[in-house]
């Protein structure tokens, strides 16, 4: 057996420190639940810290070390103050998930210009902000790893969410421009581009039969996304088996991306 677990890819994340951001509920706290299960510690960006009593008995529940802070990152201080805690109470940050993204949505001709500040604002900018301090670490330190949650909308076209879609195109590039610059350091980085996936968010517009129906007919493996689907992704990513791998957006879409409808 250790034989064999010898040539096996390392996929564990024993001994490493992973702060995701927007972590209370979806995507979010599925990653944070992975990452725990993979071995990881966690540090939990919220924007309501008391609302993470049960996440944080979960994750300690798994023997664990789990950190809550209050991390709204379209505020640059609430991100300089969260990373400062995170090295305080850990030393170090080994992996970063970017999760946060807001969405408001409208026909182009229609969209409000104060949701066109709001997407880049927290979608590029947050981002940007988050992992150019979560970096300057990992710079430091000569390793890490960093993983935005993008969207297939970076893609692909989805009518009524032409700015949502050209923020995570941004995010798409703007990883792979990181990728380069910090490959020297040891540090990864990588998009997950989910395609719809079943959460708190979603369910409501999926709940429509018509909306539900014509996004399925744009999916050819037939089903609407699992979290589980989306965190499978990022915990390989984060783990030695993908040390290798950088600048590579990874679309989790069912196929939507390759089909002609």
Not at 22 to 47: F, H, N, P, Y
Not at 205 to 223: E, N, V
Request: proline letters at 3%.
């Amino acid at each position: 057996m250790a034989n064999q677990l010898k040539h096996a890819p390392d996929f564990s994340l024993a001994g490493k420190v992973t702060l995701v951001t927007g972590a209370s509920r979806g995507i979010g706290k599925a990653c944070a639940l992975a990452c725990a299960a993979a071995g990881s510690d966690i540090v939990l960006g919220l924007r309501n810290v008391a609302t993470s009593k049960e996440l944080i008995e979960e994750i300690e529940g798994m023997g664990r070390k789990v950190l809550p802070v209050q991390l709204d990152i379209s505020q640059r201080g609430q991100i300089e103050t969260s990373v400062a805690k995170a090295i305080e109470s850990f030393g170090r940050i080994d992996v970063l998930v970017n999760n946060v993204g807001v969405a408001p949505g409208d026909l182009a001709e229609r969209v409000a210009e104060a949701d066109v500040d709001e997407i880049l604002q927290v979608n590029i900018k947050g981002t940007f902000l988050m992992t150019q301090t979560v970096g300057r670490q990992m710079i430091a330190q000569k390793a890490g790893r960093i993983i935005s949650i993008s969207s297939q909308a970076g893609t692909v076209t989805l009518r009524g969410e032409a700015i949502y879609c050209m923020s995570k195109a941004a995010i798409n590039h703007l990883m792979r421009c990181l990728a380069a610059e910090w490959a020297p350091h040891g540090i990864t980085v990588n998009t997950v581009a989910p395609t719809f996936i079943w959460t708190d968010g979603t369910r409501p517009a999926l709940a429509d039969k018509d909306f539900y129906d014509r996004t399925l007919g744009h999916i050819p493996m037939g089903r609407i996304g699992e979290t589980n689907d989306v965190v499978g992704a990022v915990v390989f990513l984060a783990s030695p088996a993908a040390s290798l791998i950088t600048g590579l957006n990874l679309l989790v879409d069912g196929g939507w991306s390759v089909s002609a409808k």
